[in-house]
């Protein structure tokens, strides 16, 4: 079945990179998604790349995909406190239906 | 300007209450769903509509009504609340079902059954 996993902790110091894992089950074309949970907050999409590129780049934020294995990543650059969230890879067949599967998330911890 | 809203923020209530959330979402989206999200921050899915009819209806006790009026409102009415219901559920809404759409999630409703 479809199932995504991710470790669930990081920590890491202000102005290092921070780079957060996720590896999904589903073959078929996909969306895969990084959405980003604040404190007391529902969920914000940070990013999303489709199962047929291999990188994508949108300011501090760099998403690898290797489809090879079904391993997703998400870098950030020179992280802030301000990044201390939990942060949720999810994917979406691109086939349609309406559910999208959601890993456990990532609680990022930022140290000054 | 919400583009999903939720009511209430917090709910406190007392084991076999029957208690209603409400949500509604101004982006017109034909979409919505509501998650469950437990105090480990596992996020679960319960229901979906689309277009007002019931898509997505995961293992859910029956105690768990969800309504939708109307394109926009999606609301969950919980029965008999018991103390495992205790947890902050999140409505959320998408424009269709294709392609990368994302997915606009409310402020969440806390819910605690004492």
């Known amino acids: 079945g479809e199932d995504v996993e991710q470790s669930l902790f990081l920590s890491v110091r202000e102005g290092d990179s921070s780079v957060i894992n996720c590896t999904y089950t589903d073959s078929s074309s996909t969306y895969l998604y990084w959405y980003k949970q604040e404190p007391g907050a529902g969920l914000q999409l940070l990013t999303y790349i489709f199962s047929n590129m291999d990188m994508k780049q949108d300011q501090r934020l760099t998403v690898l995909l290797n489809k090879k294995d079904k391993h997703l990543s998400l870098r950030i650059a020179d992280t802030q406190t301000g990044d201390s969230a939990i942060y949720f890879c999810a994917e979406y067949p691109y086939t349609g239906g309406f559910k999208t599967i959601f890993g456990a998330g990532t609680r990022l911890f930022v140290k000054a | 300007d919400t583009a999903v809203s939720q009511t209430p923020k917090y709910l406190v209530t007392q084991m076999g209450n029957d208690k209603s959330i409400k949500c509604e979402q101004n982006?017109?989206?034909?979409?919505m769903y509501w998650y469950k999200q437990d105090s480990k921050k596992f996020l679960k899915i319960m229901f979906s509509y689309n277009n007002k009819e019931l898509i997505i209806n995961e293992t859910v006790p029956n105690r768990f009504s969800p309504k939708s009026p109307d394109k926009a409102h999606l609301n969950l009415h919980i029965n008999s609340l018991e103390l495992g219901d205790s947890a902050v559920y999140f409505c959320?809404?998408?424009?269709?079902?294709?392609?990368?759409?994302?997915?606009?999630f409310g402020p969440g409703t806390r819910l605690t059954v004492l």
């Open positions: 959320a809404s998408r424009a269709g079902s294709r392609n990368y759409n994302e997915q606009f």
């Open positions: 982006l017109g989206h034909d979409t």
